[in-house]
């Protein structure tokens, strides 16, 4: 009989997960799960309501009114000689894109705790589904922020594109990374640490007073310019002022401000994939 040592094994199973493995290839490998998660949301969101997708419209419609209501007819606020609707609807369009993805995959262990102890997939399967499915109400509402550029030009408005919409794909990019690098870092800490759930929601909100939502740059740079870094470093301001300028021509657009964007929203999304690759190991005994 041969030492143990020296036996031969069929199978070895040995813990091969390291954190840098985000299992990538994987991920491609169940690219016909993403599909089918991405229509599931889609179609269970939206079962049994009388209005169904209309409410992809109606809800911006209706905080467009309100915004150009309070911000722009009580408060006065400046929207860089733009149309207040146009403007306030460039925003939101973009705002509700982003808080979506956040909002979403930062619960995704709660919500989808009963499949992950179930069935093996590749867990980052289920917040990139979230990002994409997203995709289709940006779509939605992009679609009615066209329509209203076209209303508006017709009319006589003095505004227009210009080649720096050419950057919009890679404005979605960055919405839909910074996104989900910190929805997955989120949905990582809460985990074990459920406070955060309750925070994130009106933090989201808050955080869009800290965005060039509801007000152009220019204006914080002139009326609070001790405060105003904390805006042109909040890496959504340049996507939302890059976002403004290519369709609309009116805002600040910077090369500068838009590479430090893209460079921080690479590292969140590093530094969230790995943590979230490392909880999904354990997160069952936890959640």
């Known amino acids: 009989m041969k ?14 997960n390291k954190m840098l493995d985000l299992k990538l290839k994987e991920v491609w490998q169940y690219r016909d799960l993403l599909w089918l998660l991405v229509k599931r949301d889609f179609v269970s969101f939206y079962k049994q309501t009388i209005l169904g997708p209309l409410w992809f419209f109606i809800q ?8 150009t209501f309070i911000f722009g007819s009580l408060a006065g606020m400046s929207t860089d000689g733009l149309p207040q609707p146009l403007f306030y609807m460039a925003g939101i369009t973009c705002w509700n894109y982003f808080a979506d993805c956040l909002n979403k995959t930062s619960t995704v262990f ?90 994130v929601t009106f933090g989201v909100q808050l ?31 340049p996507v939302m002022e890059t976002f403004r300028y290519g369709f609309l021509g009116k805002g600040s657009f910077s090369w500068e401000g838009l590479g430090w964007c893209t460079g921080i929203t690479m590292v969140i999304s590093l530094l969230g994939m790995i943590l979230f690759n490392k909880v999904e190991k354990t997160f069952v005994d936890t959640v």
């Open 3 to 16: 030492p143990l040592s020296d036996s031969t094994w069929d199978m070895e199973i040995t813990p091969h």
């Open 110 to 199: 709660k919500d989808n705790a009963g499949i992950f102890g179930k069935v093996y997939f590749p867990r980052l399967i289920m917040p990139l589904s979230i990002v994409a499915s997203n995709l289709i109400r940006f779509a939605v509402q992009m679609l009615l922020f066209l329509l209203m550029i076209v209303y508006y030009l017709a009319v006589g408005k003095d505004f227009g594109p210009n080649w720096y919409i050419l950057l919009f794909p890679f404005l979605v990019v960055l919405m839909a990374c910074l996104g989900l690098g910190l929805g997955l870092m989120i949905s990582a800490m809460t985990t074990k640490y459920r406070d955060l759930a309750f925070l």
């Open 207 to 237: 955080l869009m007073y800290a965005t060039t939502v509801i007000y152009p740059l220019s204006t914080a740079m002139q009326k609070f310019p001790a405060y105003a870094w904390i805006i042109e470093y909040n890496p959504m301001t």
């Open 60 to 67: 911006p419609i209706f905080t467009t009114i309100i915004f």
